[in-house]
């Protein structure tokens, strides 16, 4: 149109990437050499009875209960679970014989304001239980430390 003011279209800025910055291509599906198979590493891909890990300890914990042929059930809603109100989820119960509450206690998500009311929790899952054994991330922090710490604390009864 003639005598309308002609207006110009900005760029989005950009950022220049050097070739230094630049991630080396990877071919698909194809893991580095340094990469272990998530069966050793253990992590949020595995699998512990039909449901995702939700962390290297849960996953590290499990091969150990297995390890000493120990009986247990993963992820155990009590009282209606996440879905109900006061409803909780016990990480792992082992039977040996009867019902043991395990519960893994990572540094993010169980201290400060993410664990605020891990007491309360703790003493409504003795109530159901009667007892509960807790594993830090550090007692979980490989896989040999996670069987040395499951026979202290259930098989030989340390964590009563």
Request: hydrophobic residues 40%.
């Amino acid at each position: 149109m003639p005598g309308a003011a002609h207006r110009s279209v900005k760029k989005p800025f950009q950022f220049k990437v050097s070739a230094k910055m630049r991630r080396p291509k990877v071919e698909r599906g194809v893991l580095p050499e340094t990469a272990k198979p998530m069966e050793e590493q253990g992590g949020l891909g595995s699998i512990i009875q039909g449901q995702r890990v939700a962390s290297k300890e849960e996953w590290r914990l499990a091969k150990a209960l297995e390890n000493w042929n120990l009986t247990y059930r993963y992820q155990v809603p009590i009282r209606g679970g996440r879905s109900r109100r006061g409803g909780l989820v016990v990480d792992f119960v082992v039977y040996d014989p009867w019902p043991i509450a395990v519960q893994v206690q990572g540094m993010y998500w169980h201290t400060g304001i993410h664990g605020a009311g891990e007491t309360i929790e703790s003493a409504q899952i003795k109530k159901v239980f009667g007892r509960l054994v807790e594993f830090t991330d550090m007692e979980l922090n490989s896989l040999e430390a996670a069987k040395a710490s499951v026979l202290d604390k259930i098989i030989h009864g340390g964590g009563l």
